[in-house]
């Protein structure tokens, strides 16, 4: 069965800090790639996405994140963390009937 | 655009008693339309998707006789959580997609229930 698995359960950053949450995923034929944001109190919002191209993908408020196929990862990326990124992210794999699998989730903590 | 909305937002009912959901595209006609599951620090567990006019696939696991779907239109789908319990108390997103978009999902708020 097709799987993400987020590797990250919870990350305690400092403003200004670099970040990168990984996700690895478990299906041998052609994805499509996600990364949702979950603030506090609010929904789902799509960061990025990854259909074909390019593989670095750029996203919303400062976000990336690079499709490396030959080892199933998307993992996401931003230089700068700032206090506001504080939420839950969540990696997200397309496969089939466009359902979507989502990873465990990454609780982002920044500290001002 | 792209706006879904859930309603009502919250909702707390005595053990027994049923509870519908709705979830509407408000911008945008949804060709196919999926109800999450999501328990606090958790992620999203998909329950069923379902498409216009057709019967649900559900999830394995997830009861049919007891989440009742029904896609009516395409901007309208409904959950309705038959016969609640506690234990069913959660928080049920919505989600919606749109032909052509490559599985790219658009999702409601969410709706808290609590079967008391």
């Known amino acids: 069965a097709q799987s993400v698995s987020q590797h990250n359960h919870h990350v305690i950053l400092s403003e200004a800090a670099s970040l990168e949450l990984g996700c690895n995923y478990s299906?041998?034929?052609?994805?499509?790639l996600f990364w949702y944001v979950q603030y506090p109190g609010q929904h789902l919002q799509l960061l990025l996405k990854?259909?074909?191209?390019?593989?670095l993908v750029k996203g919303i408020k400062g976000f990336e994140a690079e499709f490396i196929k030959s080892k199933f990862s998307f993992n996401l990326r931003k230089p700068s963390v700032q206090w506001s990124d504080t939420a839950e992210y969540f990696c997200?794999?397309?496969?089939?009937?466009?359902?979507?699998?989502f990873g465990q989730g990454t609780e982002l903590s920044v500290k001002p | 655009g792209a706006v879904v909305s859930q309603h009502p937002s919250w909702v707390i009912c005595k053990s027994g008693t049923s509870v519908k959901i709705e979830c509407r595209s408000l911008?945008?006609?949804?060709?196919?339309m999926f109800w999450y599951r999501q328990f606090p620090k958790q992620s999203l567990m998909l329950m069923a998707t379902s498409n216009e006019g057709s019967k649900a696939t559900y999830e394995q696991g997830v009861e049919k006789d007891k989440f009742l779907i029904n896609h009516a239109s395409l901007t309208l789908s409904t959950l309705t959580v038959t016969s609640a319990h506690p234990e069913d108390s959660s928080f049920y997103i919505c989600?919606?997609?749109?032909?052509?978009?490559?599985?790219?999902?658009?999702f409601g708020p969410g709706t808290r229930l609590t079967v008391l």
């Open positions: 911008d945008f006609q949804a060709t196919t």
């Open positions: 299906y041998g034929g052609t994805v499509n």
């Open positions: 990854y259909f074909s191209g390019d593989p």
């Open positions: 989600s919606a997609s749109r032909p052509g978009q490559d599985g790219e999902q658009f």
């Open positions: 997200a794999v397309n496969v089939f009937r466009g359902k979507l699998i």
